[in-house]
């Protein structure tokens, strides 16, 4: 605007909208110095500091404005009614982001906190990228695109599919909404990153050690629930969180070939996904440390006691020091542990998504729809039992 000047000679940014001879000045909610705009470019130029911020909600706001204008066409609105739309952040608004930003709000009790926030910080990220994207853009070109931008920013190939994971399961979101006609991910396959892209997670060979080591009990307490908890995982691929809700109700028995064989089974708090843990190893089975007469009667018991994230870490890294093991081990990567060595061994893919509780897309139910129990069981007694013999 020219008729107002802050005292530093700043002059407010406004989109100027005018209607049945009428107009109206909407403020963007900041300020720049003349010397900093663009009138050809209708940009804030680079001599500005916040120069990236205020071009986006600029670009933001208008088109708003502009999908709001063709959405009534026919009848164009007056200043009035262009304004209580303009300043509805859902009315007339064809942009992506603030569809799953509403949409999010409906997730907080279904969802756990972790996932919400990856969920955020995926859309903030790809608002750097591309501050406004309208649903008409969402296609696969703009996928391929995505993931080029992603891998020019450096980012390792797991980071990049998890993201499309992501992405993927909002665009969901639009399509069940009827915001979209199809899901662009029908033509761009996610791939599952087996070996995981750093040399810190351990062989059988470093399990060998772990599990000689937890069995003569040279460490006591904390230091022992831990190492148990993380051999456990290794050979199962049970996360950490599902570490503080396993009881031995979860364990159910299961007949295979006249002999009689346990399944860890629960639903992930983070995908709520049913995963099914077959403990046919007596190793493993003695991690569960289960009681006799006393456990049968008590259902609800927890097999384990975890100890909180940043103590559990701290052991680690103390234990693998204590040992000669050189690798930078944090208790999540005792799943990347137990997927290298699965994939090794030549088990499923299903065998192994299903222990590990993975949800991919809307297609889980799908894959696990012939997979019974015996199944599970017999895979890993065919290509995986746990044993401290060379």
């Known amino acids: 605007r020219s008729n107002y000047s802050t005292k530093d000679g700043k002059r407010q940014l406004c989109l100027r909208y005018t209607s049945f001879r009428q107009t109206t000045f909407l403020g963007l909610g900041f300020s720049v110095h003349p010397r900093n705009w663009s009138v050809k470019r209708e940009l804030v130029l680079s001599g500005d500091k916040n120069y ?9 706001k208008f088109h708003k404005a502009e999908c709001i204008l063709w959405a009534h066409y026919d009848r164009p609105l007056s200043k009035r009614e262009f304004i209580d739309k303009f300043r509805d952040k859902q009315h007339g608004n064809t942009d992506f982001y603030v569809f799953i930003e509403n949409e999010l709000k409906f997730l907080e009790s279904t969802r756990a906190k972790q996932t919400l926030s990856n969920y955020k910080n995926l859309i903030n990220k790809m608002r750097e990228w591309k501050p406004t994207l309208p649903f008409k853009e969402l296609t696969l070109e703009f996928i391929q695109r995505f993931h080029n931008y992603e891998i020019e920013c450096g980012n390792q190939q797991s980071t990049i599919y998890k993201k499309h994971a992501n992405f993927k399961f909002l665009l969901g979101l639009a399509i069940n909404k009827e915001q979209l006609v199809k899901n662009p991910y029908e033509k761009f396959p ?54 503080h809700n396993v ?62 994230n940043q103590p559990t870490n701290r052991y680690l890294k103390e234990i693998m020091k ?18 290298t060595i699965a994939a090794k061994k030549d088990i499923r ?10 949800a991919e897309g809307n297609d889980i139910r799908d894959i696990y729809t012939h997979l019974h129990d015996e199944d599970i069981i017999e895979e890993m007694l065919n290509k995986w039992i746990v044993s401290l013999k060379d």
Request: hydrophobic residues 35%.
């Open 247 to 308: 009881t031995y109700g979860d364990l159910k028995p299961v007949t295979v070939n006249n002999r009689i064989f346990l399944l860890l089974c629960n639903e992930r708090q983070k995908t709520n996904v049913l995963y099914k843990i077959p403990i046919v190893s007596p190793v493993v089975e003695q991690l569960l440390e289960r009681e006799t007469s006393d456990t049968d009667k008590d259902s609800s018991k927890k097999i384990f006691s975890p100890l909180a």
């Open 52 to 60: 990236q911020h205020y071009n986006r909600i600029i670009e933001e």
């Open 322 to 339: 204590d040992l000669g093991i050189s690798k930078t081990i944090t208790f999540h990567l005792a799943r990347h542990t137990f997927r």
């Open 349 to 358: 893919e299903s065998i192994a998504e299903r222990m590990m509780g993975h």
């Open 190 to 243: 996610i791939k599952k990153i087996i070996k995981a892209q750093n040399s810190d997670i351990l062989n059988e060979e470093e399990l060998k050690i772990l599990q000689y080591t937890y069995d003569n009990k040279k460490y006591s307490n904390g230091k022992r629930e831990v190492l148990r908890d993380f051999l456990f995982s290794c050979y199962t691929s049970l996360s950490y969180v599902e570490f």
